[in-house]
């Protein structure tokens, strides 16, 4: 990793932000799914702030946010709803960062599995195959992948 980084838990003065990158997500990986998207932010509005106490900041030396990664918890498995890096900082370990807190911040709550779903124009598809994630099927354009966490 290049960028001097830390983690930091989510603030709700983060939703701004959360926002601004889901909607920069929106507008350059799903752009036909963009209307939709728009006419539903009441609910994403609703899950961001549900996913609060379950997301992460990776933030640099002077608190400046350069991602986030957020997850829901569902009995023994939880899905990584969200990850997200600013485009000037990826390719520098930050995802996978992000990607190994989310795993951490799990454990706690007794999750054996984890889960998520990219679009499968996503570049981010090689973080997780990288990561170990397998790829379990396809929902309509997503890719789906799940992994089996160690035993601490």
């Known amino acids: 990793m290049t960028t001097p980084a830390r983690l930091r838990p989510a603030e709700v003065n983060d939703l701004p932000f959360i926002f601004s990158k889901?909607?920069?997500?929106?507008?350059?990986?799903?752009?036909d799914g963009l209307e939709g998207w728009m006419s539903a932010i009441e609910l994403n509005l609703a899950d961001w702030i549900g996913c609060l106490p379950r997301t992460v900041f990776v933030v640099d030396d002077d608190g400046?946010?350069?991602?986030?990664?957020?997850?829901t918890l569902q009995d023994d498995s939880a899905t990584l709803v969200s990850i997200h890096v600013l485009g000037s900082n990826r390719r520098q370990g930050l995802g996978r960062l992000l990607l190994e807190a989310f795993e951490q911040g799990v454990t706690p709550s007794g999750v054996r599995v984890v889960k998520l779903g990219v679009h499968r124009s996503n570049p981010a598809?090689?973080?997780?195959?990288?990561?170990?994630?397998?790829?379990?099927?396809?929902?309509?354009?997503?890719?789906?992948?799940?992994?089996?966490?160690?035993?601490?």
Do not use: C, H, N
């Not at 889901?22 to 752009?31: D, H, K, N, Q």
């Open 22 to 31: 889901e909607l920069e997500y929106m507008e350059t990986i799903e752009p």
């Open 64 to 71: 400046l946010p350069l991602g986030y990664a957020m997850w």
């Open 125 to 152: 598809r090689r973080l997780y195959a990288a990561a170990d994630y397998e790829t379990t099927g396809q929902d309509g354009d997503y890719v789906l992948f799940s992994k089996v966490l160690k035993e601490f």
